[in-house]
């Protein structure tokens, strides 16, 4: 269970980046705008470190496996 958690979490960290354009795009002062983007980076790396952590060494080399579209072996 805590395997899937944290490939999921990995996965969803991913999902961050449609937001840096959008976020670039707001009708914002600039400085509220790179604030934003820092915030966003940030809880995507921080998801990201909390995935792999759960998820381990074999949770990060079967999302390596999924994403690269090779048939990835079915989690343990």
């Known amino acids: ?10 996965a969803s960290s991913f999902a961050v980046y449609p937001a840096y354009p959008v976020i670039a ?4 002062p600039l400085d509220l ?3 934003l983007a820092v915030a966003a980076s940030a809880l995507s790396w921080g998801i990201f470190l909390i995935g792999t952590t759960l998820a381990g060494k074999q949770g990060v080399d ?4 999924l994403l690269i579209r ?3 072996p079915p989690p343990i």
């Open 70 to 72: 090779r048939k990835a």
């Open 62 to 65: 079967y999302l390596k496996r």
């Open 1 to 10: 269970m805590v395997f899937t958690i944290g490939v999921a979490l990995i």
């Open 33 to 35: 705008r790179v604030a």
């Open 25 to 28: 795009l707001l009708p914002l």
